[in-house]
């Protein structure tokens, strides 16, 4: 079955301590973005990858690293966590670049950041 | 700058017709995405404008206007699964994907 996977869904923690949301595909997908989702605000893209190797910042990158080693991996790091962190977080992929290919979500991770 | 509007909150009833409107100020302009994600759930894509005019793929069409940087989701035949919350995106300026705040949609009996 075609699908974006994240780990863990939910996660609670503390402030500062180092933590990691991994993000799987099995699309082949070249483009995969993280985004947060915060009421009244939508969806914001965090970072993006067009490719192995290549990724760049998107509107809200603070306090977020990001890598992709392999095509199928996007794992969104949290170096210091603070309480302004705690969101609903997504991962997507598409086929290639956002122009026309549709995204598909990972089921999402609630992080809490006490 | 940057923005996309659409309204917070529609109400409608089952087997009539919503549609919910979104206007977007972008950099570039790459297409225009609708999704619908249902409350605790991830998004799920519904339609992509390129081109001004209208696509329409069963009870759900889209319309898009570049030169007034409008579009509308058109929902026919409501059905009460279809209490969502809808999105709107843009592919501007490079890959960046922009999303409205979205549009909490209810449908009454």
């Known amino acids: 079955e075609a699908q974006v996977t994240q780990n863990p869904r939910y996660l609670i923690t503390v402030t500062g301590k180092k933590l990691t949301v991994t993000c799987s595909q099995n699309?082949?997908?070249?483009?995969m973005s993280w985004y947060r989702q915060d009421p009244g605000l939508g969806l914001r893209q965090i970072y993006y990858s067009m490719n192995v190797e290549v990724t760049d910042k998107g509107d809200v990158p603070e306090g977020y690293k990001v890598s992709r080693k392999e095509k199928r991996n996007f794992p969104l790091i949290l170096e210091s966590p603070s309480p302004n962190q705690t969101s609903l977080y997504f991962c997507?992929?598409?086929?290639?670049?956002?122009?026309?290919?549709?995204?598909?979500f990972g089921q999402g991770t609630r992080l809490t950041v006490v | 700058g940057q923005n996309i509007d659409q309204p917070t909150e529609m109400t409608a009833t089952e087997g009539a017709i919503v549609q919910i409107n979104c206007t977007y100020q972008t950099s570039g302009f790459n297409g225009l995405f609708w999704y619908q994600q249902h409350a605790g759930e991830a998004p799920t894509f519904l339609s992509y404008n390129v081109l001004d005019g209208l696509e329409e793929k069963g009870r759900f069409s889209s319309f898009l206007s570049r030169s007034k940087g409008y579009s509308y989701l058109l929902l026919k035949e409501l059905q009460m699964k279809d209490s969502a919350s809808y999105l709107c995106a843009v592919s501007g300026r490079g890959f960046k994907t922009i999303f409205g705040a979205g549009t909490r949609l209810f449908v009454k009996a």
């Open positions: 997507a992929s598409s086929l290639s670049s956002p122009r026309g290919a549709e995204a598909f």
């Open positions: 699309m082949n997908h070249e483009y």
